[in-house]
């Protein structure tokens, strides 16, 4: 999940966010907080075909509030989390007390997390943020295991002046990285959002 983006009125995504600030008010979205349980459901639904089907080390990048953290530990998984916004990790400790994780204040293009490596890196509306997303995306990939993946939750938002990724640019960019790239709308799954969306909002899993 993301602590790197925001939504004006027309659904365009702001930058320069004070995230220390937002941090109290962040998980009032419905997909940021997952506090309806359809969202909850929806998402959790999704993870469980994107990250592995076994217990793993599952590294989650611009996590915020530890929303989508929490889903994973709760499917059994090892999770750290990193945010560039320490109100936003102090939130997620707070969310995951008592679960396998661990949460890192740091940048998600070069997360602090030494040498170890992840079966799978998640990444929700971050990467478009990034001022390099190519050496995000390969430095992303020499953080995972062998058999590891990237799971890479992205979007296109606003009308007047739309930002974000689009998912061929997503897709061109880790051709030279993974072998296997799954494409997924989210969009039209309005279970995910809380409410219609009329934006581009996709998830992509790349792996070798």
Known sequence: MSAHTTTDGDGAVRRGVDWDAQAAVFDEEPDHGLRDPGVRAAWAERLRGWLPGHRAEILDLGCGTGSLSLLAAEQGHRVTGVDLSPA??????????????????????????????????????????????????????GLLRPDGRLVLIEGVWGTLTPVGIPPDRLTMLLRPLASHIHLEPLAADARLWGREMDDERYAVVASN
Not at 104 to 111: C, I, K, V
Not at 112 to 139: K, N, S, Y
């Open 88 to 141: 936003m990790v102090e939130r997620a400790r707070a969310k995951l007390a008592g679960h396998d994780a661990v949460f890192l204040a740091g940048e998600a293009a070069n997360p602090p997390v030494g040498g170890q490596r992840f079966d799978a890196v998640l990444v929700r509306h971050v990467l478009w943020t990034l001022p390099d997303p190519a050496r995000a995306l390969r430095h992303w990939q």
